[in-house]
């Protein structure tokens, strides 16, 4: 049974950082692209960032603040999110991906996903 378990959320204020952890179980870890969505009220279920391999891929309005990292040993992924601001302010899941040439972007194919941390960014 795949497990995804996120943690390190909180409420930070602005400018300030939070990292981010998911754990995997259940899973073939080397072998996934491991990535962060986020969902604020309202909104659709956004990318933030992937881990496949030595490539990395983030939103727009990420790159330059965040970083997504994994430890293949610890079968676990990382988001260090540094300047944050109230924008910031979701939902965090991690998802694995297995299908080679799937979307980075796309949380539909994705095949796994965590139950969320909150992130709570104060103005």
């Known amino acids: 049974q795949v497990q995804l378990v996120e943690s390190g959320g909180g409420l930070v204020q602005a400018g300030g950082s939070l990292r981010l952890s998911c754990a995997a179980s259940?899973?073939?870890?080397?072998?996934?692209?491991m990535g962060w969505f986020r969902q604020a009220p309202g909104q659709e279920r956004e990318f933030v960032a992937r881990v496949s391999g030595s490539r990395t891929d983030y939103a727009d309005s990420v790159k330059g603040r965040f970083t997504i990292s994994s430890d293949n040993a610890k079968s676990t992924v990382y988001l260090q999110m540094n300047r944050l601001n109230p924008e910031d302010t979701a939902v965090y899941y991690c998802a694995a991906q297995f299908a080679l040439g799937a979307s980075a972007y796309v949380p539909a194919e994705y095949d796994y996903w965590g139950q969320g941390t909150q992130v709570t960014v104060s103005s």
């Open positions: 259940g899973l073939t870890f080397g072998w996934a692209a």
